[in-house]
Every structure is written in C-alpha cells, then in structure tokens.
C-alpha cells in the first residue's frame, strides 16, 4: 500500500492559484511532522512547508505569505495551498514526513505556472 498520494496539480498562470492534497496511510499520521516538498527539472528536491502534530508551521523563504500547510487528522491529510504561484515554483509537488522517509516518496503531482 502506498503510505502517501499526492493530488491537486495542475497547470495555472501566473498569480493563479492551486490546493494540493496528500492522503496518507502512515502509522500514527497524527503524530508525525508532514512536509511538502519539491523537485524542479535540473535541481534538487527542496522542502517547502511544514506542519508539526502541534500544528506549528513552517516556510521556505521562497514560499512564505504565499504558500499555507494545513493538515486534517481525523481524515489522515495535509494540504498546501498556494497562491500568487510564480513561474519558478513550477515542480513535482510530493508529500512526506519530516524529515523524508525514502520509502515514502510517491508520484508526486505536476505544478506548472505559466508566464
């Protein structure tokens, strides 16, 4: 089974607007440090965003007053909703704990931002 699935992606302008979701089957979600991250062509996966059990957030620089995580415990979920998406945040957008869990990674779902 795999633990988590990313949805959500699609292709949008810039300035638009996407929410991505991540359904998680991973033992004890409720507790564990969920994080979206991000791999563009030619460069290395980044973490972007996170959430503790507690709640507390945290951002890259590069997405921080634009990006929001947000997660659902009852419904094992994390979200990353963004807005105001800029060409350069066009990636594979992927689910995982924090810190990553190589056999967690996903398919990821494509993010593409048009000028």
């Known amino acids: 089974q795999v633990p988590l699935v990313e949805s959500g992606g699609g292709l949008v302008r810039t300035g638009g607007s996407l929410r991505l979701s991540c359904a998680a089957t991973?033992?004890?979600?409720?507790?564990?440090?969920m994080g979206w991250y991000r791999q563009a062509p030619g460069k290395q996966r980044e973490l972007v965003a996170f959430?503790?059990?507690?709640?507390?957030?945290n951002y890259a620089d590069s997405v921080k007053g634009r990006f929001t995580i947000s997660r659902d415990n009852a419904e094992n979920t994390v979200y990353l909703q963004m807005n105001n998406l800029r060409p350069e945040d066009t990636a594979v957008y992927y689910c995982?704990?924090?810190?990553?869990?190589?056999?967690?990674w996903g398919q990821g779902t494509q993010v593409t931002v048009s000028s």
């Open positions: 991973v033992t004890f979600f409720s507790r564990n440090t």
């Open positions: 959430i503790a059990s507690s709640g507390n957030t």
């Open positions: 995982n704990v924090v810190p990553f869990r190589s056999d967690f």
